[in-house]
């Protein structure tokens, strides 16, 4: 069974652009998680999809954006990026069952904003 | 929110030795799991165990729900156990996994 795939795995930007990066959660699993890890606030979640439907959100400003698809493929965004959003950005596939949420992450997403 | 406190926060180890790894948890959970990030920062799932006791090869884990803390433990550690140790839980349904600080292991030959 294919893993969690996510790409690109590094990236750089600068100030102001915008990124986008993708997630492939493994087959049959129907939520994506998305979180974010810095070395001074660990791992925070950003937003969870399930469905194709956000069903939890972090608390992170509006920059901050996702969606799913309908193969379950997951996407998220950050605009206007500012120097504190380096980090690494990992996403987690799972089955969405409550009680029974497994978490499998992927390599993750490292972004450096210059 | 729910509140997770991991301890020690680094632990520096002989190849060999055993060690006790703690997770703290401020309200009753459905969902405890933990993680080993190894250095290249992937994340592996080692246990999901919201409660009870589970074993896997060298690692073991137990969570006491009622007192609100689990415990992993590594015997006979390797250098590759070397990295940082996550607790990560949930209170309730569907809610979102909240992790802890994390510990920082290093296993020296």
């Known amino acids: 069974k294919a893993g969690v795939t996510q790409t690109p795995r590094y990236l750089i930007k600068t100030r102001g652009q915008q990124v986008t990066l993708s997630c492939s959660p493994i087959s049959g699993h129907r939520s994506v998680s998305w979180y974010q890890q810095t070395p001074g606030q660990g791992l925070q979640f950003l937003f969870e999809y399930f469905s194709e439907t956000q069903r939890n959100k972090g608390n992170f400003p509006g920059r901050f954006s996702g969606r799913q698809f309908s193969n379950s493929r997951s996407e998220m965004n950050v605009s206007t990026l500012e120097l504190g959003d380096s980090a690494l950005y990992l996403c987690?596939?799972?089955?969405?069952?409550?009680?029974?949420?497994?978490?499998?992450f992927g390599a993750g997403s490292r972004l450096t904003v210059l | 929110g729910i509140q997770v406190e991991q301890s020690p926060p680094d632990l520096i180890l002989q190849e060999g030795a055993n060690s006790t790894l703690r997770c703290n948890f401020s309200d009753s959970v459905n969902n405890l799991q933990w993680f080993h990030q190894n250095p290249w920062g992937q994340l592996i799932n080692l246990f999901y165990?919201?409660?009870g006791t589970k074993q896997n090869g060298r690692l073991s884990a137990t969570t006491v729900a009622t007192e609100r803390y689990s415990l992993l433990y590594i015997s006979s550690s390797q250098t590759t156990d070397s990295g940082v140790y996550f607790c990560a839980v949930a209170s309730s349904g569907n809610t979102p996994l909240v992790f802890g600080k994390g510990t920082r292991l290093s296993v020296i030959a």
């Open positions: 165990i919201p409660s």
């Open positions: 987690a596939s799972s089955s969405g069952t409550a009680g029974a949420n497994v978490l499998t």
